[in-house]
T-cell receptor
Framework: AQKITQTQPGMFVQEKEAVTLDCTYD???????LFWYKQPSSGEMIFLIYQGSYDQQNATEGRYSLNFQKARKSANLVISASQLGDSAMYFCAMREGQGRETSGSRLTFGEGTQLTVNP | SAVISQKPSRDICQRGTSLTIQCQVD?????MFWYRQQPGQSLTLIATANQGSEATYESGFVIDKFPISRPNLTFSTLTVSNMSPEDSSIYLC????????????FGPGTRLTVL
């Protein structure tokens, strides 16, 4: 069974600094995908970044990067140059399998990390 | 990316009544999912909405309580039936598409409060 663990219920960071949000996972499937979402107080889930288990390089999307350490089963999100608008809940999620045949598979979510960016 | 809308965005309902939530996507998508997020908690999958057949429900969720329709590839509804205060949650529609295997997008959510 899949399991996602986010051990930081809350994190604080100063504006313009970088912050790392931790995520570890457990799966017996060698093929899987890892997602990060941002959820502001409005409740919407905003897709940030994706990493496939066979991807050779760490994923990056603008100020977001994913520190993927496969042997340690970790997929930490790094936010560089934090902004006040980054204050939100962040969820790590996993989907078993990759590619077209698995795009219909469920996502398993971690418990989330509440990030607060201080001015 | 797919643009997803949900109606209503929020509602306050009385115990024992039912509410139907609509999810509309701006393009045809293969898979549509319904998630629930109870206050202060993470997301839990309710069911997968299948076009042309019955929805596939996760353990702990039943069709009588959460009937789902998927009449075409761009639209789905979730009904929360015979509501109780424990049903107060954010309900989120999500879509996946074989044309975009590395993504899964969510609608803006429906914030439901049951009194």
């Amino acid at each position: 069974a899949q399991k996602i663990t986010q051990t930081q219920p809350g994190m604080f960071v100063q504006e313009k600094e970088a912050v790392t949000l931790d995520c570890t996972y457990d799966t017996s499937d060698p093929s899987y995908g890892l997602f990060w979402y941002k959820q502001p107080s409005s409740g919407e889930m905003i897709f940030l970044i994706y990493q496939g288990s066979y991807d050779q390089q760490n994923a990056t999307e603008g100020r977001y990067s994913l520190n993927f350490q496969k042997a340690r089963k970790s997929a930490n999100l790094v936010i560089s140059a934090s902004q006040l608008g980054d204050s939100a809940m962040y969820f790590c999620a996993m989907r078993e399998g990759q590619g077209r045949e698995t795009s219909g598979s469920r996502l398993t979510f971690g418990e989330g990390t509440q990030l607060t960016v201080n001015p | 990316s797919a643009v997803i809308s949900q109606k209503p965005s929020r509602d306050i309902c009385q115990r024992g009544t039912s509410l139907t939530i609509q999810c509309q996507v701006d393009s045809q998508v293969t898979m549509m999912f319904w998630y629930r997020q109870q206050p202060g908690q993470s997301l839990t999958l309710i069911a997968t909405a299948n076009q042309g057949s019955e929805a596939t429900y996760e353990s702990g969720f039943v069709i009588d309580k959460f009937p789902i329709s998927r009449p075409n590839l761009t639209f789905s509804t979730l009904t929360v039936s015979n509501m109780s205060p424990e049903d107060s949650s954010i309900y989120l529609c999500s879509v996946g598409d074989r044309g975009l295997p590395d993504t899964q997008y969510f609608g803006p959510g429906t914030r439901l409060t049951v009194l």
